[in-house]
C-alpha cells in the first residue's frame, strides 16, 4: 500500500505495479480497495491493477467538509497525475463505479473504457434513502454491534465465508458515517449525460445483489453507447469481484484483451 498527496488530500492506493496497461479500480462503500486483490493478481504481467481506497474507507480519512462523487472523481485524475498516467481503464463496484462514470464525464480522453459492477447513474433511491439513513444512524448510535452489521454483511457480500471477516473488521472502525454518508445518500443523477460516454463498458451484477436491482444496470446497457451486455455473476450479491473472483477475472480478462490490447501482449 501506498500515499499519495492528492487534489488536497491524502489517499490511500495499492500498486501492482508493472508496465502493462493501466486499470484503476474503486471499491463499494464499507469495503476497501482490498476486495481488488484477486484481480491485481490475476491480470499482472499484462495489466497494472491500481486500487484506490475512497473518502473516509481503508486507510484514506474522511473530510470535515461535505464532497460529491465529483470530488473523488477528481480524486482519481489527480492519483493518475501523481503515477504519470495520461489514461487508463477506470471503473469500480457501487460508490467506485459512480466516481467512474464521473471520471468519464470530466476527462473523456483519460478513460480508455470503463468497468462497471454492481452500480448505476440515477441518485439514491427515496426508499433507499430512508433505509440507508436509518442504519447509519443506527450504527452511529449502538455501533458495529452483531444485529447491524450480520444484514449488513449478508447484503454486501452475501453467503460467503469472507462476511465474517468484514464484520470483524468493521468493529475495528472507523466507519463511513459522516461525510461519505452524505456523499451516498445525496448523490445527483448522471443517467442522462451517459451518451456522453463513448468508451467501451463491461457491465457485470451478481445476480444475488439485494442493494442493487437489475433493471439499474439494464439502463446503463441501454444508454451507454459502447457498453456490453450486462455480465451475470450468479450467486455473487453486491460484491463480485471479492466472492467469485474466478468468474469475474475471466469476464474481465476477455474484456481487457479484446478492447484495450496490452503492448506486452502484442
Known sequence: MATAFVNGRHLNYADAGGDGRPV???????????????????????WRVIRWDARGHGGTPDDVEPYTYWDQARDVLALMDHLGLASATVGGISQGGFTALRVALLAPERVDALVLSDTEATPCDPGDKIGYGQMFAALAEHGPIDDLTGPLSQQIIGDDPRAAEWRERWKQGPLPLGAAAECLLERDDVSGRLAEITCPALLIWGSED????????????????????????????HTPALTHPAEVNHVLLDFLSTTIPSPTTS
Request: no cysteine; proline share 10%.
Open 24 to 46: 484503476i479500480l474503486g471499491h463499494g462503500f464499507f469495503t476497501d480497495h482490498s476486495v481488488f486483490d484477486a484481480q491485481a493478481e490475476a491480470l499482472l504481467p499484462h
Open 210 to 237: 439485494r442493494s442493487l436491482p437489475r433493471d439499474r444496470m439494464d439502463l446503463l446497457a441501454a444508454r451507454l453507447p459502447a457498453a456490453t451486455p450486462v455480465t451475470v455473476i450468479p450467486g455473487a450479491a
